[in-house]
C-alpha cells in the first residue's frame, strides 16, 4: 500500500490529482490510500511520518506549500515531496527540501504519471528489506521501514508499526540482530527504535511516531550522537 497526501487549496485540482492517481494505481495495478488536505497548515500542523509521497501545491493561503515542507522535513527526512504549481519558476526552489520533481498546472496526465514512475520506484528500492513476524498462531511479512518501534516484556516481543501492533515470541537480542542498521537504535532494555520515527526528545522520552518512549539514564547520550548522526546523513 502507497499512503499519499495530497495538499492543495483549489478543490478542482485537488479533485483532478485524486482521479490522476486513481487512474495510476488502475493502470499499474497498485494500492494506494490517498489523504486530501486543503492547506499547507493542515498537513504540517502535527505531523507524523507516515505518507511515501506527498503532492504539494506551492501557493495556498495559510501556509504556503514551501513553509509546509519546511515543517514537514523537521520531522521527516525521507517522504518523497513533489511540488504542484502553475510555473516552473516557484518550484526551482526545491532542492532547499529535497523534492524529488514538481508538477505544472494545468495538469497533464502523461506526465503526471512519468512522475509516479519516478516516486513509486524510489519509494519501492527505499522498502525492500521485509522481516517476518511469527508466533504459533500466524505469521506476517513486514516492511522493515514500517516498523516504527519494538518493545519487549519477558520473552513477548510487540512491533509497532505503520500498519498496526504484532506479537511475537523471542528476544530483544535477536531484534536487535535482524534489525541491525543506522537507524534501529536501543534506547533502554526493552525498547528498540526507529530512528526514523522520532518526532522529538521531551525530557527522558523519545516521542516515536506520537509515543513517549523513554530513554535511559546510561543511553541517552549515544541515543543524541545516533540521531543526530541519522538526520544528518538524510540532510
Sequence with gaps: MIRIALVEDDAS?????????????????????????????EIAQDYRAEYDIIFMDILMRFMNGMQAAREIRKKDEEVIIIFVTNTAQYAISGYEVNALDYVLKPINYYAFSKTMERA???????????????????????????????????????????????????????????????????????????LKYVDAIEGDDALVAGKPVQISRSRKKPFMEALNAYMSRRA
Design 120 to 194: 513509486l520506484a524510489k519509494v519501492k528500492r527505499d522498502e525492500e528489506k521485509f522481516i517476518v513476524i511469527s508466533n504459533k498462531y500466524s505469521a506476517y511479512k513486514v516492511n522493515e521501514n514500517a516498523i516504527q518501534y519494538v518493545e519487549i516484556n519477558g520473552h513477548s516481543l510487540i512491533y509497532h508499526t505503520r500498519d498496526g501492533d504484532f506479537g511475537a515470541v523471542g528476544t530483544m537480542k535477536e531484534v536487535e540482530e535482524e534489525l541491525s542498521g543506522e537507524h534501529f537504535f536501543r534506547c533502554n532494555k526493552c525498547f528498540l527504535v526507529n
Design 13 to 41: 485540482y485537488r479533485q483532478e490529482l485524486k482521479a490522476y492517481l486513481e487512474q495510476y494505481a488502475r493502470e499499474n495495478g497498485e494500492e494506494i490510500d490517498v489523504k486530501t488536505f486543503a492547506d499547507g497548515d
